[in-house]
């Protein structure tokens, strides 16, 4: 019976995947990610991919495996989650009055094809400009700390964000659209909530 894996602790992609009706089981990876200034994309898709071959080294042949990445970039400035309360007051500082990309990497791994997918997102977010104050407020409230670019669109982030171009779910770090169509490929229908294996 073939299963489906998240290989994810993020909250926000568990959240997301349980609106569909399909069951899956959770296994985070411990993929040490690295980031540096490069291509936000090719970074994002081989951290995504780290993270699902991470989780298959502990899995059978039964099962499918969802990863994902996220990254903020700017200016050919790439930001993860923030180390601390000044990295998150300084990546704050540069999206304020500003836009930025979101890219998140998605890899779909069914492990019994030994077919890996890889697919990525992006979407424009533009912020409004930040006082000093909102931002120490904003730090305050603990949010910034597990999100990449140090706020959460799904939250009291939300209050900074005038607008959006692209997916809402891929900033939040699961772009359903792309996910779907890489399930269909190896032929998980999330619309009909069932996994189909010829
Ligand atoms: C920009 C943004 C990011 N995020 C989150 C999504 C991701 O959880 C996180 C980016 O970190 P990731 O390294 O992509 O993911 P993660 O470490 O949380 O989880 P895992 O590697 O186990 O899958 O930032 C939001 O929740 N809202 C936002 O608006």
Same mark, same amino acid.
């Given at each position: /019976? ?8 993020? *909250? ?27 291509? *936000? ?5 081989? /951290? ?10 502990? @899995? ?17 400035? #790439? ?11 300084? /990546? ?10 979101? #890219?998140?990497? !998605?890899? $779909?791994?069914? @492990? ?12 424009? #977010? ?8 909102? !931002? ?24 900074? $964000? ?10 939040? %770090?699961? *772009? ?9 490929? $190896?032929? $998980?229908?999330?619309?009909? %909530? ?5």
């Amino acid at each position: /019976m073939k299963r489906i894996l998240l290989a994810s602790s993020s *909250p926000r992609r568990i959240e997301l995947l349980r609106k569909f009706n399909i069951d899956f089981d959770i296994v985070p990876s411990s993929y040490e990610e690295k980031l540096f200034d490069t291509d *936000p994309i090719s970074l994002a898709i081989d /951290m995504a991919k780290g993270k699902a071959l991470d989780v298959a080294k502990k @899995l059978n042949k039964d099962f499918i495996i969802i990863s994902a990445d996220t990254i903020v970039t700017k200016d050919g400035k #790439v930001f993860g989650k923030p180390k601390d309360e000044e990295d998150a007051i300084k /990546m704050l500082k540069v999206l304020s009055g500003s836009t930025h990309e979101v #890219v998140t990497a !998605i890899c $779909v791994y069914d @492990l019994g094809k030994e077919i890996l997918k890889c697919d990525f997102e992006k979407t424009e #977010v533009v912020f409004k400009e930040l006082t000093e104050q909102e !931002i120490l407020d904003y730090i305050n409230t603990k949010e910034p700390f597990d999100k990449a670019g140090a706020y959460a669109i799904q939250g009291i982030g939300s209050l900074f $964000v005038k607008s959006i171009n692209g997916c809402f779910f891929n900033v939040v %770090g699961l *772009p359903i659209f792309k996910l779907d169509q890489l399930l269909r490929e $190896v032929g $998980v229908n999330l619309l009909k %909530g069932s996994v189909s294996f010829e």
